[in-house]
Structures are given as C-alpha cells and as structure tokens.
C-alpha cells in the first residue's frame, strides 16, 4: 500500500459521520488559508522582505514539497489551494482588513467547528496520535474532489 493510501485510510477513521465530513469539507481549507494567513503576517528582516517574501511563502515550498511527495495530483492542488490562499491574503490587505486578525478570529471558529464535528463524530482528531495529520487534512479533503473528477491521486 503506498504511504499516501496509508495516511488517507488512518485520517478517514475518524471521519466517517456525514456531518463531521460536511464539517471537515469547510473548515480544513479554511483552516489551511488561516494558517498560511497567520504565517504571512509574522514580520521578517529586512533582507528578506525587501523582495516581497513573508514566512508563509518560504514555508510553502517545504510544505508542497511534502505533498508532492506523496502524490503528484495531490501536490498540484495543494498548490492551488495554497496560491488561493495567498490571494485571499491580498484581497485582505487591498480591502485593509487586518490580515492576522482575520485569520485568527477564522482560525478559532474553523477549530471549534472541526471539535464539534469529532463530538457529533465519537472519534478524536487524528493530529491526537501524529502531528503528520494536520498536513493529511487538507490531502484528504482534496482526495474528495480528485475522485469526483475521476483524477488518480
């Protein structure tokens, strides 16, 4: 079995209930975007932020490198999900809304949502037994939609 199939089997388990899944639908894309939110708006030096570079973007390429690694279709969407993400952060700022604060208020409600849903569900979040889970979120949201889209992940 490769490892992608491994993680997105041991995630599924504790989301099978149809309303912690509608939950998960919503609040696991936000809850990437919050984060890259919450990252994006941590000052870096000088150096680096004279060529418009923030952590968030240098965090991204460890990150999709990761998914890449697990499967070519799930890193070409988790890198759509990620450039939406930093589009959503500029639409922010032109909009002057407070970036980090945006992004944590979300953040907070997206959580609340995700534990209420594994109380509907029974089971307790996946992240609980490896940290590893809170990348395989976002992959397993995105597994949903490659199979609708009969996309081999």
Known sequence: MRHID?????????????TNVLIHAIAVPSIYLVTIGLIWS???PEFIAQFDVTWAHILAIPVLYYYFKLSGPIGAAMTLLTL??????????KFDISVWQFCLALFVVMWILQFVGHKIEGKKPSFFEDLTFLLVGP????VHWLKRMNITY
């Open 139 to 142: 992959a397993w949201w995105w």
């Open 6 to 18: 491994a993680l997105l089997n041991k995630y599924g388990e504790s989301h099978q209930n149809k």
């Open 42 to 44: 941590i000052p870096v």
């Open 84 to 93: 939406a993400s930093f589009g959503v952060i500029q639409l922010l700022v």
